[in-house]
Nanobody, 120 residues
Framework: QVQVAESGGGLVQPGGSLRLSCVAS????????MAWYRQPTGKGRELVAE???????TYADSVKGRFTISRDKAKNTVYLQMNSLKPEDTAMYYC??????????????WGQGTLVTVSS
């Protein structure tokens, strides 16, 4: 059973940094892409950054120049390095994995989320 799990959230002061990790595990699968979304309390979920199997990377305008998404193929892990954090970055961060599953084709998997709080 394929699972996706995030880690690395926490409380950080404005201007600080955090690195989130997203690991896909459980069975054999191919990598189509992974993305980070975030959802502030009481608001909708928004795309933060995504990386495709071909290495194409996209960022939300609000995080360009501050956040960096990267991938470790050997570990089936995608990272989100977040620098110069602002209070408005406070949200639950979710990982979405688009994986190629044998005999099933492309499937989307969501993690449970990791909370990032930016506050002094």
């Amino acid at each position: 059973q394929v699972q996706v799990a995030e880690s690395g959230g926490g409380l950080v002061q404005p201007g600080g940094s955090l690195r989130l990790s997203c690991v896909a595990s459980g069975g054999a699968f191919g990598f189509n892409g992974m993305a980070w979304y975030r959802q502030p309390t009481g608001k909708g979920r928004e795309l933060v950054a995504e990386i495709t199997s071909g290495g194409t990377i996209t960022y939300a305008d609000s995080v360009k120049g501050r956040f960096t998404i990267s991938r470790d193929k050997a570990k089936n892990t995608v990272y989100l390095q977040m620098n110069s954090l602002k209070p408005e970055d406070t949200a639950m961060y979710y990982c979405n994995a688009n994986l190629e599953i044998h005999m099933l084709g492309s499937r989307q998997f969501w993690g449970q989320g990791t909370l990032v709080t930016v506050s002094s």
